[in-house]
């Protein structure tokens, strides 16, 4: 069976779609996968929907629906590129873009406009993955967990690291229910600095983050927030890693050129994401990492050095970095449809595993 997945992370970077044959809840192959670019003012209007801000509502509405038609764009091409009809896809798994996710008030907000989606492609799409382990009681995040266990599990201990705006881990163990969370910010950091200063959206291989030497008292000032010290279940997001928060701890250092700024955010990712393996998963053998965050070169030196284990990127594993999120939503596609419990109480902390999603015919 074909499944279409997409995903837009809190990079906010572009749109993956990745095209799946699915034919058992641990037999996924990517057939084809295909990325498209953020056009800057949605791009600039979502960061801005992070925040409060005037006619919010409107402005939501508007941006759902043009990134639903970008989202429709890709799954086109996708089909085209392998000269499929719509009737030959059984659905599409579409996760939306979150702009607010407060768990605990009971809430995770991701603009998406499921129905148009399914009226401009003709495929049936499933949605809305988190509200239901959230009424649960759940954190609604992270989503992956159990579809990462389903692909990368094997006969040791390993930890999956997706590397996306914000960084989150899965840790498999033979025989045991995966366990996942955030562990805080990745790229939307970096990139917003990057792009703040150079007009670039990202630090390409961490090249100007490894030109220079990260700063010790900053460092120490970013590892100190208490959301880092917290146990799992957790999740987060730009409502909290945002460029506001970071100004708080800058403003303690006003001297310090940007390039430094960036390098003490790569080592606050790689030490951060450190600290959670050391906690939760020090029997670990290997880490595994996807995203788009695969591809900085000098933030996986970081992490070898940090949590001294090997380092891989999923592409040797058959599935390539870029591919993962939206393979994943193909996935909790086909696990709606075929009544799959995609959460479980060990990652979100809800009561009960839950069935995620609502289905929206074509």
């Not at 990517?30 to 600039?44: D, I």
């Not at 996708?78 to 939306?96: F, K, R, S, Y």
């Not at 999740?235 to 006003?254: C, E, I, K, V």
């Not at 996935?331 to 060990?346: G, K, N, R, V």
Request: glycine share 8%.
């Amino acid at each position: 069976m074909l499944y279409i997945g997409l995903m837009s992370g809190t990079s906010t970077d572009g749109v993956d779609a990745a095209l799946c044959r699915i034919s058992a809840v641990n037999s996924v192959k990517v057939l084809a996968h295909t990325a498209l670019s953020m056009p800057a003012s949605l791009r600039a209007e979502l960061l801005a929907l992070n925040r409060a801000g005037h006619n919010e509502l409107h402005r939501a509405a508007l941006a759902a629906q043009a990134l639903v038609r970008l989202y429709a764009t890709s799954c086109t091409k996708l089909l085209q590129e392998n000269g499929l009809t719509p009737a030959a896809i059984q659905a599409i798994g579409v996760h939306g873009q979150t702009v607010r996710h407060a768990p605990e008030l009971g809430y995770s907000w991701q603009l998406n406009a499921p129905a148009l989606l399914a009226e401009l492609t003709g495929i049936d799409v499933i949605a809305d993955f988190r509200s239901r382990d959230l009424a649960a009681g759940g954190q609604g995040a992270p989503l992956v967990p159990l579809f990462h266990q389903a692909i990368f599990s094997s006969a040791q201990a390993r930890v999956v690291l997706n590397l996306g705006g914000m960084a989150n881990i899965s840790i498999l163990r033979p025989g045991q229910p995966a366990i996942g969370f955030d562990t805080g910010p990745a790229n939307a950091l970096m990139d917003e600095w990057i792009d703040t200063h150079l007009g670039q959206r990202y630090d390409a291989a961490g090249q100007w983050a490894a030109s220079a030497r990260p700063h010790s008292g900053l460092l120490d000032r970013l590892l100190s927030e208490s959301w880092l010290h917290q146990p799992p279940p957790k999740s987060t997001g730009r409502d909290l890693f945002n460029s506001a928060w970071l100004a708080q701890h800058l403003a303690y250092y006003p001297d310090l050129s940007p390039a430094t700024v960036q390098a003490t955010l790569a080592l606050f990712t790689a030490r951060s994401i450190a600290y959670a393996i050391r906690d939760y998963a020090a029997d670990s053998t290997e880490l595994i990492v996807c995203g788009g965050g695969a591809y900085n070169c000098h933030l996986l030196d970081l992490l070898a050095q940090e949590i001294k284990k090997p380092v891989y990127i999923s592409d040797g594993f058959g599935i390539g970095a870029q591919e993962v999120e939206a393979a994943a939503f193909a996935w909790l596609a086909y696990a709606y449809q075929h009544d799959i419990p995609a959460s479980h109480p060990a990652v979100t902390g809800a009561t009960h595993s839950r069935l995620l999603g609502a289905w929206y015919k074509a």
